[in-house]
């Protein structure tokens, strides 16, 4: 009798979801050791599909590999981080959501209902929503972020993997109603071919989630001061 042996590509996927869903989840906490050997033992695969999976979260900047030390997982985001981080997002997704609103057929709005809707249909099937809401998030900045029709501005965000460290840094908002809100008023000012309209909602969108995730720092004692971040460079 022959055993079903998983394609090569489904161990490698699986792998690399498995661990990039538990660094998320906090539970292979931030800055801590991970061992090839280990979690080859634990999925019983050889050592060839973990540091191909490890090599991938290398590059969502979720594993660091450090000389003499290893792979570990990377730090959370501190607060001067969460900040640069809006800044640039402040600096760049405004002027795409600007771009986005206009009377052509690289109007995304068709593909923003269906994103928005898609994900209050699994929000109303789930319990826990974390992972549906960091999806949704990815993909509506996205298809804002293509639809500026320039590679760059779009790589200069997708390079920060911005989603995956703040959905990993604090929960900001946890059942996705005013993320859903926020998105509405981008969606329709889009569609509904208004730049100024556009352009102001996503950057409320903005300051609204960097205030939402600051609230992570709040608990700390050494928060520091809380500068607001640049909201009109040009
Ligand atoms: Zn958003």
Redesign the pocket.
Do not use: M, P, S, V
């Given at each position: 009798m022959s055993e079903v042996v998983p394609p090569p590509n489904g161990e490698k996927k699986d792998i690399y979801s498995i661990l990039r869903a538990r660094i998320l989840d906090l539970q292979l906490p931030p800055d801590s050791k991970v061992t090839i050997d280990a979690i080859a033992r634990e999925m019983n695969v050889s050592h060839t599909p973990v540091r191909e999976a490890l090599r991938q979260l290398e590059g969502d900047n979720l594993i660091v590999k450090a000389p003499r030390r290893g792979y570990r997982t990377t730090s959370l985001l501190n607060f001067d981080q969460l900040r640069e981080l809006f800044e640039l997002r402040l600096l760049i997704e405004p002027w795409a959501a600007r771009s986005a609103a206009t009377n052509s057929l690289s109007n995304p709005s068709r593909a923003l209902s269906s994103e928005l809707e898609g994900f209050l249909r699994k929000r109303d099937a789930e319990d826990n929503i974390r992972h549906s809401l960091v999806t949704h998030?990815m993909q509506?900045?996205d298809h804002i972020l293509q639809a500026s029709r320039n590679t760059f501005v779009h790589q200069a965000i997708e390079t920060t993997h911005s989603h995956l460290h703040l959905f990993r840094l604090y929960p900001g908002d946890w059942t996705g109603e005013q993320?859903v809100g926020?998105?509405r008023l981008?969606a329709e000012a889009i569609q509904a071919c208004d730049p100024d309209a556009a352009e102001q909602a996503m950057r409320d969108?903005?300051m609204g989630?960097y205030y939402r995730f600051a609230g992570a720092f709040e608990k700390h004692e050494d928060v520091g001061p809380r500068p607001v971040p640049i909201t009109q460079l040009y």
């Open positions: 998030d509506f900045h993320t926020e998105h981008i969108h903005l989630a």
